[in-house]
């Protein structure tokens, strides 16, 4: 992929994993002059570190010297560590999985600021997805880097366990606060209206838990029976995502007091 467009010196390679959950394949990032960061790094494979290594050419780089991860899923982190051996780049990861690789050189918090060979990064800690999660953004140029936070196509799934709808919907909320003028996300398309697609994934999980409410009133108790009717239409590859994702919802509802558990079986709460 080439640069991206009025940002110079910036770079997208997709890696060659395409699936349900990672679209295209992940979106891996290059930042710098002649000393290059990456975001990202989805495979080991040499055919994925050679991509990086000539995208690093074509931006007129010498050197990859530093790597940041989103987040600790395989298909952002897994070649991290090749890429490393490789080239001598630092990792650095979230300090909340500071230890997940066993390799990593440094960690960051929110707010921290990490300087690139041509500008500087903002951490934003947007955990929900997953609970390390991080963002990174370009104040300067406006640019948030969104890892699996915010996709280009279609929505985030946030699993029950790793993930946490309550802190999910902080974190959208949180980049409501930012000036956002280009979303570069870890799978799918560049976004170019990024405040119309944070508040479009607001809207969906606010229009999911209204779902499950509803489903709630009409009785249906399980999660599957849940599912069954709120994903009526979706293929039966994704019902394991779908199960955890509703039952994420449940989770943050019950934290609300808006939904009870006896059991396996869910009932409305008060007021609902």
């Not at 040499?46 to 010297?65: F, K, P, V, Y």
């Not at 903002?122 to 406006?142: A, D, L, Q």
């Not at 280009?182 to 229009?207: A, N, Q, S, W």
């Amino acid at each position: 992929m080439p640069e991206v467009e009025n940002a110079e010196n910036i770079r997208c390679l997709t890696a060659a994993n395409p699936g349900y959950m990672t679209l295209r394949g992940t979106n891996q990032y290059l930042l710098g002059r002649r000393e290059i960061t990456v975001i990202d790094v989805a495979l080991g494979s040499d055919a994925n570190l050679d991509g990086l290594l000539s995208e690093m050419e074509a931006l007129g780089g010498t050197r990859i010297t530093r790597i940041l991860l989103t987040h600790i899923h395989l298909d952002h982190c897994g070649g991290a560590l090749a890429l490393k051996q490789r080239t001598g780049a630092e990792v650095g990861i979230s300090r909340v999985r500071a230890g997940h690789l066993g390799g990593e050189d440094f960690t960051y918090v929110e707010g921290d600021r990490i300087a690139y060979d041509g500008g500087e990064l903002e951490v934003v800690f947007t955990p929900g997805h997953e609970s390390g999660h991080c963002c990174f953004y370009e104040r300067e140029r406006k640019i948030l880097f969104s890892g699996d936070h915010i996709l280009g196509k279609g929505t985030t799934v946030v699993p029950a366990g790793e993930g946490n709808m309550v802190h999910y919907m902080e974190s959208l909320e949180k980049l409501l606060s930012l000036d956002i003028r280009l979303l570069l996300p870890g799978h799918g398309p560049f976004v170019t209206d990024p405040m119309g697609k944070i508040r479009e994934y607001i809207d969906h999980r606010v229009m999911r838990e209204e779902q499950i409410l509803q489903g709630l009133r009409e009785g249906r108790r399980s999660i599957g029976d849940l599912v069954a009717v709120i994903y009526a239409d979706y293929p039966p590859a994704l019902t394991r995502v779908a199960r955890s994702s509703v039952e994420a919802h449940l989770l943050k509802l019950m934290a609300e007091k808006r939904v009870h558990q006896e059991g396996d079986r869910y009932f409305p709460g008060d007021g609902t």
